[in-house]
C-alpha cells in the first residue's frame, strides 16, 4: 500500500502481518507491542492490532499528519518490540526476541504534509490542512484564513487555450495555450501595457502606412468577434501599422502581438523602435509558425523574439530587446509576402499581403506576460498576492518547504516563497537573488544564518521543484535532484505567514505556482532530493 497523494486527507492506517512458526497468545495489559519503522528517517511503530491464538499477528501504523518518505518506508529492526507487552507460545513459555523476515516495503510511500496547494490536480482535494482536504481554492483560503488579492481584473488562457478574464481579486489558473495543460495559478509582479488601444488599430496612438484594415473581422483568441483584418494596399511603397507609445525609457522591454495569417503572405515583422535606427527587430512566418530572424539596429541589444502557437490559427509575437540610447518611441508592425528577411521586410513588396491582428502590448521588463487590454490610455495590471497565517500546520523549530513553480521574468531578487514575521528581519525563503542563482536563506534578527544556493545560474521561464529544510544548526535545500547543506545557524521565532510568489516588501517574479507544501519536521536529505526530482 503506498501513500503518495499529498492532498488525501483521512489516511488509512498501513497493516502489516507477522506469520509466526506457531500460534502465539499476545497480553497487552502492561504494554502493547509493536514493530518499529524508519519512515523518512523518522522513528514511527506500528502496533499490534489483533491475532492472538494464532501465528498471524497484524500491526498497524497511521502515518503522522507531517510524515514524508517518498523511496519507502523500512522495518527496522526485522523483530517485535514487546514495549512492556508480552507474547509466549500456547504453552506459556515467553518469547523474546520474535524475529521475522522483514516483507519488501519500498512500495509503502508517505507524502503527507500539514499544508499542500496543489494548483494542477483535479477537483477532489487539491488542498489540505492539517489532514483535511478541500475541494476549491476558496474554501481551503477560508478555512486556513488565507487572502488572495488583485486590484484588477487579468487575463489568463483556459484549458482550450482561449483568453479569459479573470474578475478583480479572482485566482488566475493557467494552461499552457498549446498543449492546453495544467500549469498552475499565476502569480505576477505588476506590469503596465504602454500601448494605446491595444485591440483597435485605429484608435489613440495608432497610424496606418499604405494599409487598409477591417474591425470585427474574425473571432480573436478571447472568442470574442474582435480581430483586425489588415491588407496592404500598396506594391511601390512599404506598408506598416504603428504605435507612437505613451511612454518609454531606457531599459528592456517586451512587445508581444497576436497575430494570425491571411489568404496571400505568411510573413511579417514587429519592431520596437527609439530614433532611427535604434531598434530591435525580427521576422515571423505566420503560416508556418517560426522565427526566421532577429536584429539589433543602431545601438539597441539583446533582441530575441518567441512564437506561441494559440487555437484557430493564431500566433502570438513576442520580442524581447534593450533600449540602450535611444528612448522607446514605436510599436511597428508589417505584413510582408512570402519572402521577406529581416533586413528588407518594411521594404516595396509586390504582393498584396494579409493579417489578422489583435492584442498588442509593450510592457517594461525581460518577458511578456498576460495580456493587459487597453483603450484610449495606458492600463496597469496590479500585483497577486497570495498570503496564509501561520497556525497549527507550521512549526518554527523544525520544517521543510516545497515549491513546485515556473519561474517567469524578475527584476532584481524575487521571492518564490516565504514564511516571515512581517519583516525581511526574520524570514525563511526560497528565492532568485540578484546575481541570478536559486538560493534558500534563513534570516534570525536580520543576520543570514544560512543561505544555500541549489542553482547556480536560473533559467527563467523554466519550471524548478525546490524544497528547503530547517532546524537549529541543520538546513539544507534542494533543487532538480541535487543537495547542499549549512551546518550552523539559529532560527527566527515568531513568524506569521506565508506568501507565495513574493516577500513582505513585494519583490516577486513573474511565475506559475503548481505545488506548495509544508512538512512541520526537517525531512531527511535523502527526501529532500526525491521531492525535487
Not at 485605429?202 to 480581430?227: D, E, V, Y
Not at 507612437?244 to 528592456?252: N, Q
Not at 491582428?357 to 518577458?367: C, F, L, T
Request: charge should be neutral; proline fraction near 4%.
Amino acid at each position: 500500500m503506498a501513500y503518495s497523494n499529498p492532498a488525501q486527507a483521512a489516511i488509512s492506517p498501513l497493516s502489516f502481518t507477522v506469520n509466526l512458526n506457531e500460534a502465539v497468545n499476545v497480553n497487552t495489559s502492561s504494554g502493547t507491542p509493536r514493530i518499529t519503522l524508519n519512515v523518512g528517517g523518522q522513528t514511527r511503530y506500528a502496533t499490534y492490532a489483533s491475532g492472538t491464538g494464532t501465528a498471524a499477528l497484524t500491526f498497524t501504523y497511521t502515518p503522522t499528519i507531517g510524515d514524508i518518505d517518498l523511496d519507502g518506508i523500512q522495518i527496522t529492526p526485522a523483530e517485535i518490540d514487546l514495549n512492556s507487552g508480552t507474547i509466549a507460545d500456547l504453552n506459556g513459555n515467553a518469547m523474546n526476541p520474535v524475529t521475522f523476515t522483514a516483507p519488501n516495503t519500498s512500495n509503502i510511500k508517505v507524502n503527507y504534509p500539514t499544508l499542500s496547494m496543489d494548483f494542477t490536480y483535479d477537483s477532489d482535494g487539491r488542498y489540505t490542512l492539517n489532514g483535511t482536504a478541500y475541494d476549491t481554492f476558496t474554501a481551503f483560503l477560508s478555512a486556513a484564513g488565507g487572502t488572495y488579492t488583485r486590484a484588477s481584473t487579468a487575463t489568463y488562457y483556459d484549458s482550450s487555450g482561449i483568453i479569459q478574464t479573470a474578475a478583480s481579486g479572482a485566482a488566475r489558473f493557467n494552461y499552457d495555450p498549446t498543449t492546453h495543460s495544467a500549469k498552475g495559478l499565476l502569480i505576477e509582479e505588476s506590469r503596465t501595457n504602454i500601448v494605446r488601444s491595444s485591440e483597435n488599430f485605429g484608435g489613440t496612438g495608432w497610424g496606418l502606412f499604405r494599409i487598409t484594415k477591417t474591425n470585427n473581422a474574425a473571432t480573436a483568441p478571447n472568442n470574442a468577434s474582435t480581430a483586425t483584418y489588415l491588407v496592404r494596399n500598396s506594391t511601390t511603397q512599404s506598408a506598416y501599422i504603428q504605435n507612437v507609445l505613451a511612454s518609454g525609457s531606457t531599459g528592456m522591454y517586451a512587445a508581444s502581438i497576436f497575430v494570425k495569417a491571411g489568404t496571400v503572405g505568411g510573413r511579417l515583422g514587429l519592431r520596437l523602435q527609439g530614433t532611427y535606427p535604434d531598434r530591435g527587430e525580427a521576422v515571423f512566418n505566420i503560416q508556418t509558425g517560426t522565427i526566421v530572424g532577429t536584429n539589433n539596429g543602431g545601438n539597441w541589444t539583446g533582441t530575441t523574439a518567441e512564437i506561441i502557437s494559440l487555437p484557430n490559427g493564431w500566433y502570438q509575437l513576442k520580442l524581447i530587446t534593450t533600449a540602450a540610447v535611444s528612448n522607446l518611441a514605436f510599436l511597428v508592425l508589417g505584413p510582408s509576402d512570402s519572402t521577406r528577411t529581416v533586413a528588407s521586410w518594411e521594404a516595396t513588396s509586390t504582393v498584396l499581403s494579409d493579417c489578422y491582428v489583435w492584442g498588442a502590448q509593450v510592457e517594461s521588463g525581460s518577458s511578456v506576460t498576460s495580456y493587459i487590454p487597453t483603450t484610449t490610455a495606458t492600463v496597469n495590471r496590479p500585483v497577486d498576492t497570495l498570503t496564509i497565517p501561520t497556525g497549527s500546520w507550521f512549526s518554527g523549530t523544525e520544517g521543510t518547504l516545497f515549491t513546485n513553480a515556473f519561474i517567469g521574468t524578475k527584476t532584481a531578487s524575487a521571492t518564490l516563497l516565504q514564511i516571515d514575521n512581517g519583516s525581511e528581519n526574520n524570514a525563511h525563503k526560497i528565492r532568485a537573488n540578484t546575481s541570478n542563482a536559486l538560493e534558500n536563506v534563513t534570516l534570525d534578527g536580520a543576520v543570514a544564518q544560512s543561505s544555500i544556493t541549489s542553482v547556480s545560474t536560473l533559467s527563467q521561464n523554466t519550471t524548478y521543484k525546490m524544497a528547503y529544510g530547517y532546524s537549529l544548526n541543520n538546513f539544507a535545500a534542494s533543487a532538480s535532484g541535487n543537495i547542499n547543506t549549512d551546518s550552523s545557524g539559529t532560527l527566527p521565532s515568531g513568524l506569521t505567514t506565508l506568501r507565495v510568489g513574493s516577500n513582505s516588501t513585494g519583490e516577486q517574479p513573474s511565475s506559475t505556482i503548481k505545488e506548495i507544501r509544508f512538512y512541520p519536521l526537517r525531512a531527511a536529505n535523502a527526501q529532500l532530493q526525491l521531492l525535487t526530482q
